[in-house]
């Protein structure tokens, strides 16, 4: 007989299951995508019993549960649950993957592993902008795990302490001070003696501008974005190497000036043709 067909089972914490996380579950070769929103701890055993209970141990490899959403503790919860409601004694489990706030655990892993392809993470003292946000609790996280001091800027000082606390208390010896960022000289003050710098904010929101580049006087590296979308989470650089966009530019304007003197040339089309065209 043929191999069953692959499932996904998709628990999410929000209302509506996200679109993002779908898409890329179809596109990373799940067959059937069974996608739950508004998912609570109370609700996750009847899921899982149902995803466990319907195949014999040895077709379970090809069910797995994916936990998603915009609130981390509450999807950590849902895992937590997941977990518990399996029964490996009989070979009734299946893997689940925890990757909140739409790849949330994924760039920040991707960012880390960059960052020590540049500098040696054990001894470096890590700025982490925008670390209250899903993104940046994760690199701070896994930053700690590799051994280094981070700083914990952006949010209100009430949601930085807890933070730091829970992470430390994960990771015993872990070196973390939640640092106040209200304007651009606070940003000076924290940035100067820092070896890398991570910005993980919102949606166009701009952590490290241009003007603040002077002050990390440490930095041996650019420092790394995380934010897709306009306007960038530092200023100063686009992406690509050093002088690029600059070269791009100049690209650009040569190929209008060539464009613009073919079509007013005798005979391209343009002013003194006698062809003419039609645009």
């Avoid at 067959?31 to 899921?47: I, N, R």
């Avoid at 002050?215 to 992406?239: F, H, I, M, Q, Y």
Wanted: proline residues 6%; hydrophobic residues 40%.
């Amino acid at each position: 007989m043929s191999d069953k067909r692959k499932i996904l089972v998709q628990l999410d914490t929000d209302p509506h299951p996200s679109v993002f996380d779908r898409v890329v579950a179809i596109d990373a070769g799940a067959d059937e995508l069974f996608s739950y929103g508004g998912v609570t701890p109370q609700q996750v055993a009847g899921l899982v019993h149902g995803a466990i209970f319907t195949r014999k141990p040895s077709d379970l490899k090809r069910t797995a549960v994916f936990v998603g959403g915009s609130d981390v503790a509450a999807g950590e919860a849902l895992v937590a649950a997941a977990l518990k409601a399996m029964i490996p004694d009989f070979g009734l489990r299946v893997s689940v993957l925890l990757d909140p706030q739409r790849l949330a655990h994924t760039t920040a892993a991707a960012a880390v592993r960059v960052a020590a392809r540049h500098l040696e993470l054990s001894g470096a003292r890590a700025l982490v902008l925008g670390g209250t946000g899903p993104v940046g609790q994760r690199v701070g996280l896994l930053l700690r795990c590799r051994g280094r001091t981070s700083g914990w800027p952006h949010g209100n000082n009430r949601g930085r302490r807890p933070l730091c606390e829970a992470i430390v208390a994960r990771v015993p010896g872990a070196k973390l001070e939640p640092v106040a960022v209200a304007q651009e000289q606070d940003l000076h003050a924290v940035a100067g003696d820092r070896t890398l710098i991570v910005a993980a904010g919102a949606a166009g929101a701009v952590l490290l501008p241009k003007s603040a580049r002077p002050a990390c006087k440490e930095l041996k590296d650019r420092p790394s974005t995380l934010n897709a979308v306009p306007a960038a989470g530092r200023r100063g650089r686009r992406g690509g190497r050093p002088g690029e966009g600059a070269r791009r530019r100049d690209r650009l304007r040569g190929d209008r000036r060539r464009r613009n003197q073919d079509e007013t040339a005798p005979g391209r089309g343009g002013e003194g043709s006698s062809r003419g065209t039609t645009r």
